[in-house]
């Protein structure tokens, strides 16, 4: 039974310690926008300037597409034979699609915050035949700054823009009435009788919750069975 008892115990105790911990790691690393493809607005900077690359003119659209929780951007590459790499954040760019007879082609990228300017690099081999005589080859150190103002996140339920901000305001306005109303409606009565409030609704936790249990459960009756043979 010792030996038992010292093998269940840190096995279940490691499992109450980890399995909150992985989910947390989960829900931080998921998107904070809501799942659907958005026209994603950006520019391409100097490295360290609030001025726009001369490789700007390589890249002329973007979309944000958010599955499962991931933040994929897609990028419209123009004179695609003339940029030959491109990194964000540490990502290489790869090819989705191609157009061969208009040169462009699609790239993509996946990133986990488009916050703030993300550092970049642009490859970009000009041939003598376009900019005589030598043409160029050249690498740009570059900053992307991505626009998300009007992209619907998590907690905003889906709105954005300075329209939804009113709607939130207005929603919180009926909250605090709401909060006022149950507030005098839990006031004691005349005889002295406190109403009956609903049951709180059962956080996201209980699932988690039941399996420890059952887990605990399962592994106390199997050491019970095995002392008492």
């Known amino acids: ?23 947390a790691d989960q829900v931080a690393a998921a998107s904070k926008y809501e799942e659907g493809e958005y026209d994603l607005s950006f520019n ?9 690359s001369a490789a700007a003119e390589y890249l002329s659209s973007a979309k944000l597409i958010v599955k499962d929780g991931t933040n994929t951007v897609q990028m419209n590459v123009s004179n695609s034979s ?26 993509q990228f996946t990133a986990s915050n488009l916050d703030g300017n993300l550092n970049g690099t ?27 103002a009007d992209i619907p ?7 954005a823009g300075d329209e939804k901000q009113d709607e939130k305001q207005d929603e919180k306005q009926d909250e605090k009435q709401d909060e006022k109303q149950d507030e005098s409606e839990t006031e004691e009565d005349g005889n002295g009788v406190v109403p009956s409030e609903d049951n709180p609704k059962t956080g996201d936790t209980a699932p988690v919750l039941l399996f420890t249990i059952v887990l605990l459960a399962s592994g106390f009756i199997l050491i019970r069975k095995v002392a008492f043979k």
């Open 82 to 107: 003339m940029l030959k790499s491109l990194t964000i954040d540490g990502v290489t760019a790869n090819t989705v699609s191609s157009n061969e007879a208009d040169d462009t082609r699609v790239v």
């Open 1 to 23: 039974m010792n030996k038992l008892t010292k093998f269940f115990i840190p096995v279940l105790l490691a499992i109450l310690v980890l399995l909150p911990v992985t989910q």
């Open 122 to 148: 642009m490859h970009v081999v000009v041939p003598a035949e376009v900019l005589p005589p030598n043409g160029y080859d050249e690498e740009y150190n570059v900053q992307f700054s991505f626009n998300t």
């Open 153 to 159: 996140t998590q907690s905003s339920g889906g709105e």
């Open 44 to 52: 391409v900077l100097k490295n360290g300037s609030s001025e726009t």
